[in-house]
């Protein structure tokens, strides 16, 4: 889901046309930001609070600012 940003004077604009990919038994902690055109491989855990701004391989955990390995 994109929900693009908010400008001070309450306009909304598209935040990207880019796709965000999560595939299946994913756990995406609260709080998490993931840029657009990145996939978050299949079994992956993202810690709450991270942000996400490449591509996660299969069967990992990432955290933080931006998530690592």
């Known amino acids: 889901m994109n929900h693009g ?3 001070v004077s309450g306009e909304r604009t ?5 796709v965000i990919h999560i595939k299946q038994k994913v756990w995406i902690g609260a709080g998490v930001i993931v840029f657009a055109d990145v996939t978050i491989g299949e079994g992956t855990i993202v810690a709450a609070g991270s942000v996400v ?16 390995f």
Do not use: F, N, Q
């Open 5 to 7: 940003r908010i400008d």
């Open 14 to 18: 598209p935040a990207s046309s880019g």
């Open 53 to 68: 701004t490449k591509s996660v391989e299969p069967y990992t955990l990432v955290a933080g600012v931006p998530a690592k």
